[in-house]
């Protein structure tokens, strides 16, 4: 399965941005999968995961009420609507995907991942 991350880019603190991940090829529709960031200087952080069904899904606490992920099957994409950015949200945004549904705990763990997309960078400037 290859990933693609788009949607990232420039915007003002407090606006909103909708990240995309879609397979170059191939159906992820009975994937779970998983956004995480990473920001320069700082190790990869978990951000939000759904699993196949679009069930279950958990984020961070940093992103709690602002950040709401979803997936389209029709479409064979994951989105990430990004709202009410924050400086401390500039990152790069990459998604990932693991054949099969994650144990919810496991959901943040970067190893619970086989299958990574280059990621897209969003900026929030202050």
């Known amino acids: 399965v290859q990933l693609q991350a788009s949607g990232g880019g420039l915007v003002q603190a407090g606006g909103s941005l909708r990240l995309t991940c879609e397979p170059s090829?191939?159906?992820?529709?009975?994937?779970?999968m998983g956004w995480f960031r990473q920001a320069p200087g700082k190790e990869r952080e978990f951000v939000s995961a759904?699993?196949?069904?679009?069930?279950?899904?958990r984020y961070a606490d940093s992103v709690k009420g602002r950040f709401t992920i979803s997936r389209d099957t029709a479409k064979n994409a994951v989105y990430l609507q990004m709202n009410s950015l924050k400086p401390e949200d500039t990152a790069v945004y990459s998604c990932?995907?693991?054949?099969?549904?994650?144990?919810?705990?496991?959901?943040?763990?970067?190893?619970?991942?086989?299958?990574w997309g280059q990621g897209t960078q969003v900026t929030v400037s202050s």
């Open positions: 990932a995907a693991r054949n099969g549904r994650i144990i919810s705990s496991l959901m943040g763990r970067t190893g619970s991942y086989n299958y």
């Open positions: 759904i699993d196949p069904y679009g069930v279950t899904k």
């Open positions: 090829e191939g159906d992820f529709n009975n994937y779970g």
